[in-house]
């Protein structure tokens, strides 16, 4: 019984493993075939601009499970400047894949679950 669960502890730690490895391989795919299309870019950053001084998730290509929230206070060549609490960051366009405004209901409140 315990060689059971052995097996089954091992199999999902190399499944683990593996998946790290593709998300890995994906961002590296994916950086190589933005610096190709280098002409694009800036069609990312324009779209960006519309989300200028709203509160947005920005899903990047190294977080499909989760995401960074905030509010967009600038985009720059190449990057969006957020803040949240008083917290300034800033992310890279080349690993940016979705920007949404932050749903809300009819009142106008923040909605609380977001998928």
């Known amino acids: 019984m315990d060689s059971v669960y052995f ?4 199999a ?11 998300r890995r391989i994906a961002a590296i795919r994916h950086v190589l075939n933005r610096k190709r299309n280098s002409g694009k870019d800036k069609v990312m950053e324009e779209l960006a601009r519309q989300f200028i001084g709203k ?3 920005i899903y990047t290509v190294t977080s499909t499970d989760s995401s960074i929230q905030g509010t967009v206070k600038d985009v720059t060549d190449g990057g969006i400047v957020l803040e949240k609490d008083g917290n300034v960051e800033a992310v890279n366009l080349e690993y940016v894949t979705r920007i949404r405004e932050y749903p809300r209901n009819a009142k106008g ?5 977001v998928f």
């Open 7 to 10: 097996l089954l502890a091992l």
């Open 12 to 22: 999902i730690i190399l499944a683990l493993f593996w998946m790290v490895k593709q």
């Open 55 to 57: 509160e947005c998730i």
């Open 109 to 113: 409140k923040r909605k609380t679950i």
